[in-house]
């Protein structure tokens, strides 16, 4: 998971709710990987087994997951430490052991959405980001794949334990609704870039976007 901080853009507004989602309806989301929960291998007061040491860069893989109607699924997560302070992104987190980044993505839309039919694609995206969550400094390399699922009922039973304090729900957003939301959501132009990835299909090569530091 790990996954946060970046600058933050507006997301259309319901809240989310705990546990399994059907992705229907209004409401119902690392940072380090864009939002307390982007890693697998998340952050703690320090390094977790298998987490790189505070100051080395984490290489991430993270998803944007599509159901037929082209919504996109997002986590809800929030600072353990403050609750109020919340944000949205999408599910991934750090490569483990051996793993490819393809492999990383795939176990961890799995653990944190319980989805594991998606079709990934190309990588559509990647981003270098810097910010502080749950007691130490993350430094994260992220790449962002797309993929695809006709599934939208989600299951929250495969979180971690830093999952489980930092996450509160998932939601499935249409391109509008993202775009209409005053909500933090990472990584920062994610409205934009969604609309554009609809509108124009998958790039040819992966997009740099702008490095995020905090």
């Not at 006709?150 to 999952?163: A, H, S, Y």
């Not at 933090?184 to 990835?197: D, K, S």
């Amino acid at each position: 998971m790990p996954e946060r901080r970046d600058g933050g853009e507006p997301a259309g507004g319901r809240e989310a709710a705990a546990g399994d989602r059907s992705g229907a309806g209004p409401g119902d989301a690392e940072p380090p990987a864009d939002g307390p929960a982007a890693a697998s291998g998340r952050a703690g007061a320090g390094a977790a087994p298998g987490e790189p040491a505070e100051g080395t860069v984490r290489q991430v893989s993270r998803i944007v997951l599509l159901d037929p109607d082209d919504r996109i699924l997002l986590l809800h997560g929030f600072e353990p430490a403050r609750p109020t302070e919340t944000w949205w992104f999408t599910p991934g987190g750090g490569l483990e052991g051996t793993e490819s980044h393809e492999e990383a993505a795939r176990r961890e839309l799995a653990e944190e959405t319980g989805i594991t039919d998606a079709v990934l694609g190309p990588v559509l995206w990647k981003r270098r980001c810097a910010f502080p969550f749950d007691g130490r400094r993350w430094e994260q390399d992220e790449w962002y794949y797309l993929g695809r699922t006709d599934r939208t009922v989600t299951d929250l039973g495969g979180q971690t334990e830093l999952e489980r304090r930092s996450v509160s729900g998932l939601r499935w957003w249409t391109s509008e609704e993202l775009s209409a939301s005053h909500e933090t959501v990472y990584p920062t132009r994610l409205a934009e870039l969604l609309r554009m990835l609809l509108v124009e299909g998958p790039p040819n090569a992966p997009v740099l976007l702008e490095t995020e530091r905090v």
